[in-house]
């Protein structure tokens, strides 16, 4: 296998084996990926040939009414104030708005009113149009006549070929695209191999094998879930349908501003007075919802049967077969679209009393579902259904989707499943039994507090909305938590979740961190009865849902790519957009049709702002000059401010030891003057500048988003109250630090810690010229850090980590460095005992704890470094 740059791949068809060199760097020099593309002969993704993209018709038309690449608008200033009311303000107001004398004297606008702005609007390109069928719901209740009852509902959605066709034919979406599948491998031997986007799943592999030479699979990823949108009165709801393709990159796919997902059409949400019972209106909108999807995809049938060309955004036309891939959606919903009973699994056959045991069950397959329906049918018998779990649907929306086994394509649900299912609902509750709430709440008070963490100041029981954030921030913190107040085995079955829930949610899995979140599962359910016997789980079995679920993670990994391009998260967000907001904008009567104008408009308004953009990347007479840094670099990774704050300059030693607690600045700074050749000696009344905090640019590793990749190491000094303004406490953060050449720690030889230690960043300040008499070599900002106890190894229940503070004749071990020997932060949590210490509050616990646990649970950054052993991370 020959190294190659990624840069230069081919989102086509590619050499059968290359190697990936990847800009991440470990102490060996670049890391390497091998990556095997798909069989040439069956030249996956080929290109038909070449045609313009929508964006160069907009561009090149005649008719498209473009002045100067603005449209209807006379110059950009009115398209941003266009932008502004049309997503800001209402109709009424907007008609106010323009209708001020100051606005028209001075603004000049080409539109005089709402009316022609609206008239403006609709002349820019759209995206696919929208349709409105009838659907007809029929119940058991009569009328006075005997005449059946009905209702008569309206179904909007737009054609699924036509957004495919938006999405893939994006120009802005060139980069971030594949047209092909792919195996990537960390090693030579291909034994571990990468699982991270969709492509480099089995099912894109499987399913390109099964289609003729020269196809472009388009996997359609769907995901629905009914929102309430009135939020005081009222009993409106919306049920969103969205859509987006697995050929755009997962982390594009999650941006809501990339519109990379688009909405399919709303399903409607009927009151079914017309029928009698609560059940047989549960039954009636089970049919409908499947009667509309059938609808909905309808034109997905030929296409993902016989293909049809599409543009693509690298501008080359290539015969593509859209094909149902997965469905995204919390269990209700899984249920739902499997017609599958709600005490059962809907991807395999598991009976609901062996849910929470651990045993593996043969997979549902579309054959048998639709063979048993078709059977109770003509028996009229939907007896036998319920021994399968079967709903009685005989006409689910997936039957006549092609190539499609909607059994396999319900993907992990890291929101509903394990962040508010096993973990919130579940784990929390049993937890908080045994320790005690008020105990539980103790601690997360106590918290140390961090950056990139939540400090829940009021505990946890007191929080009344979770939001999906919430729940990410106490997994966080949750096992050092709970360490030492309840049983070992506790613990245990405490840290195999949590190491589960961090597995299933990292960017990209390999063999061997597969293997993990196996073994993961296997710990929990080999610990999981210490809650029954502790008489914290009531009843005494686990036959949960959510638990079961996460027997399936692994295997759907491997299958689609890491969990984290599927969850709920993102449709959940989106609803903001696509329904809270369009309902806001209606007059709250007949709203679905005012609502689909209303986003009409707001997809006209980013589509042809993202023609604009298109058109400024293309531009070749735009300069690009180089601005002024806003941070002084020292290395390629550490910044600061470029100055200090004006409040932290001229600060006297004498306040930085006593604000920053820095007992032993004035000694560590001799000795840092000592070795650098200086014979000046500091006193209390010298002056330093200092800065609040120190900016590190991680390394880019797999496991974790492109997006998270900045830390900061804060030394804020305290703050005095001033008016309304309370006192606060200065930050003082941990961090990791190099340590000097000489210094050799057995326990962490060869492992991602080597060579590192935490210390407690005190200060963060530049010399004073004159104690170098002017000619100091040290240019860089300097840190006041007193160091804790080197790693030691830890065998304990919860996995974690002890350290202590170091001291040296009884005095802080403290030291004076450049700040680029600094890898990055890091959290401690206080060891709290059996119960926390009554004195104890988040100011002071750093001064007063003992023993402290080394959390790196706190970012999939430092989790990867100590669980995957990776040592690119630093």
Request: charged share 25%; aromatic share 8%.
């Amino acid at each position: 296998m020959e190294p190659r740059d990624e840069s230069g791949s081919d989102n086509g068809n590619q050499d059968s084996s290359q190697a990936i060199a990847e800009e991440n760097r470990n102490e060996s020099g670049p890391r390497v990926w091998y990556a095997e593309a798909f069989p040439e002969d069956r030249k996956a993704g080929t290109s038909l040939r070449q045609s313009p993209t929508a964006f160069e018709q907009i561009r090149d038309s005649d008719t498209s009414k473009v002045d100067k690449g603005l449209g209807p608008f006379k110059d950009r200033e009115e398209w941003e104030l266009t932008k502004w009311l049309m997503r800001n303000v209402g109709h009424t107001a907007g008609n106010q708005f323009l209708k001020l004398p100051t606005i028209r004297s001075k603004l000049e606008l080409s539109f005089k009113n709402q009316a022609q702005l609206l008239e403006a609007i609709d002349q820019l390109p759209s995206g696919p149009e929208w349709k409105c069928q009838s659907v007809t719901v029929a119940g058991d209740q009569r009328d006075v006549d005997g005449e059946e009852l009905k209702e008569e509902l309206e179904l909007w959605f737009r054609d699924p070929v036509e957004c495919i066709r938006e999405l893939i034919g994006n120009p802005l979406f060139a980069e971030k695209m594949v047209f092909a599948p792919e195996k990537i491998f960390e090693d030579s031997k291909g034994e571990e191999e990468v699982r991270n986007e969709m492509n480099t799943g089995k099912w894109w592999w499987e399913i390109q094998m099964k289609l003729p030479i020269g196809a472009t699979v388009v996997p359609v990823i769907l995901s629905s879930d009914k929102t309430r949108l009135s939020q005081f009165r009222g009993d409106k709801s919306a049920w969103p349908v969205y859509l987006t393709i697995g050929n755009i990159d997962k982390e594009t796919r999650r941006q809501s501003s990339s519109h990379a997902t688009v909405l399919l059409g709303y399903i409607p949400v009927p009151k079914l007075d017309c029928c009698s019972s609560d059940n047989l209106k549960k039954v009636t909108r089970y049919t409908l919802f499947h009667q509309c999807m059938r609808v909905m995809l309808d034109s997905l049938v030929e296409a993902g049967s016989k293909g049809v060309e599409m543009t693509c955004a690298d501008g080359q036309v290539r015969k593509v077969w859209p094909i149902l891939a997965t469905y995204v959606a919390d269990y209700p919903e899984q249920c739902l679209v499997a017609c599958c009973m709600e005490n059962r699994c809907p991807i395999c056959k598991i009976k609901p009393d062996l849910r929470g045991a651990h045993q593996s069950a043969s997979l549902r397959t579309e054959a048998e579902t639709l063979r048993l329906l078709r059977q109770a049918r003509i028996d009229n018998l939907e007896a036998p259904l319920k021994t399968f779990g079967i709903r009685p649907i005989w006409s689910p929306f997936w039957k006549d989707l092609p190539h499609t086994e909607i059994f396999r394509g319900f993907t992990p649900d890291l929101l509903h499943q394990l962040l508010k299912g096993v973990f919130k609902d579940h784990l929390v509750k049993w937890c908080t039994a045994l320790i005690g709430e008020d105990e539980l709440d103790a601690r997360f008070r106590t918290m140390l507090t961090h950056h990139n963490l939540r400090h829940f100041k009021h505990g946890i029981s007191s929080v009344s909305q979770w939001t999906g954030r919430e729940h990410k921030e106490m997994v966080k913190v949750f096992v050092g938590a709970l360490s030492g107040a309840v049983e070992d085995r506790a613990i245990e079955a405490v840290k195999s979740t949590i190491d589960f829930i961090c597995l299933s949610s990292l960017h990209s899995h390999s063999r061997t961190s597969i293997q993990m979140l196996r073994q993961a599962l296997d710990n929990f359910h080999a610990t999981k009865s210490v809650f029954v016997e502790l008489e914290a789980r009531s009843p005494a079995h686990f036959n949960i849902p959510k638990i079961h679920s996460m027997d399936h993670y692994a295997d759907l990994i491997e299958m689609f790519g890491s969990a984290d391009g599927y969850n709920t998260e993102s449709p959940e967000r989106l609803h903001i957009d696509y329904a809270k907001d369009a309902y806001r904008a209606s007059n709250k009567r007949d709203y679905v049709p005012q609502m689909v104008n209303w986003l009409r408009r707001q997809e006209a308004i980013d589509y042809f702002e993202a023609y604009l953009e298109w058109c400024q990347r293309l531009s070749s007479a735009v300069c690009v000059t180089q601005s002024t840094s806003l941070t002084a670099q020292f290395t390629a990774s550490h910044s600061t401010a470029r100055r200090p704050p004006r409040h932290l300059c001229d600060i006297s030693a004498e306040r930085i030891i006593e604000g920053h607690n820095a007992s032993e600045f004035l000694p560590a700074i001799q000795h840092f003057l000592r070795s650098h050749g200086s014979n000046i000696t500091p006193r209390l009344f010298d002056r330093f500048d200092l800065f609040k905090q120190l900016s590190i640019k991680l390394p880019v590793v797999p496991e974790v988003s492109k997006n998270h990749c900045r830390d900061l190491v804060r030394a804020f000094p305290p703050v005095a109250s001033s008016g309304r303004h309370r006192a606060r406490s200065a930050y003082l953060d941990f961090a990791l630090v190099r340590t000097p050449n000489s210094e050799h720690n057995p326990f962490t030889m060869g492992t991602a810690l080597s060579g590192l230690r935490v210390a407690q960043v005190k200060a963060i300040f530049c010399l004073p010229p004159h104690f170098t008499g002017g000619q100091s070599t040290v240019t860089e900002p300097l840190a006041y850090i007193e160091w804790l106890t080197p790693f030691r190894a830890h065998n304990g229940p919860n996995g974690l980590m002890s350290i202590t503070r170091s001291t040296r004749m009884h005095r802080p071990h403290a030291e004076i460095i450049l700040v680029d020997r600094i890898v990055r932060s890091c959290h401690l949590i206080p060891h709290f005992g059996r119960t926390k210490e009554p004195g104890w509050t988040s100011e002071n616990v750093a001064e007063l704890c003992r023993v402290f646990w080394f959390n790196h649970y706190l970012d999939f950054h430092i989790f990867a470094m100590l669980m995957l052993r990776r040592r690119d991370c630093i």
